[in-house]
């Protein structure tokens, strides 16, 4: 664990990205929530003629439209598009800013390991293959950003997307949303019996 917390003292330099992750984070993560909504439209309003509620036809008429079935189409439809593009935008932020305050974490970590080869003794590299000492400064130090990611950002992002979802399931339907909870550690639990077998098979 104190190896951990060590490697963790490098991602305290990288404070203004993190908090620019965790926005984009924020953000990423409530576009990709919102995502079924434009289905939701199309499904409820289009291929069925399921009443509007007074909230969307409170906010069609602040700017003068009708909820007809042509509208929902039209919405829906550039709505997705939407809703995907301002997506794909904060996924690549998001990646950019993972990466460079990755990196400079990568680049920290070797200097540091850099700087404690060189105070090591003449016997120390006799007996060290110098493709090894090479390689403990330019690969092991990535340890720092898989860490940072398995830890940290890959847990935070799918809990703050699922918390999303979540939310929203339990706003449409509270009883698929429990269904889909009780569900989900099965589906999990097959996926890890199923998964290795299949892949065998595939390759």
């Not at 997705?80 to 460079?100: C, I």
């Not at 403990?136 to 940072?148: E, N």
């Amino acid at each position: 664990m104190h190896k951990y917390r060590r490697l963790l003292q490098y991602a305290r330099r990288q404070r203004p990205f993190f908090v620019f992750i965790f926005l984009l984070t924020l953000a990423a993560s409530a576009l990709a929530a919102l995502q079924p909504w434009p289905m939701k439209l199309l499904v409820d309003h289009v291929l069925a003629y399921n009443p509007v509620s007074p909230f969307l036809k409170s906010a069609l008429g602040v700017f003068g439209l009708k909820p007809t079935p042509t509208l929902f189409l039209l919405v829906g439809t550039i709505g997705g598009l939407v809703l995907f593009a301002l997506n794909s935008v904060l996924e690549a932020g998001l990646v950019w800013a993972w990466t460079a305050a990755g990196r400079r974490m990568v680049y920290d970590l070797a200097e540091d390991l850099f700087a404690r080869l060189q105070r090591r003794s003449l016997f120390f590299h006799a007996r060290n293959l110098v493709g090894e000492t090479m390689s403990r400064i330019t690969r092991d130090s990535w340890c720092v950003y898989q860490v940072l990611d398995t830890l940290c950002f890959a847990p935070a992002h799918a809990f703050l997307t699922l918390a999303g979802m979540l939310f929203l399931m339990g706003q449409l339907d509270g009883t698929l949303a429990i269904l889909s909870l009780l569900i989900a550690p099965f589906m999990v639990a097959a996926s890890f019996l199923v998964g290795k077998p299949l892949r065998r098979l595939g390759g």
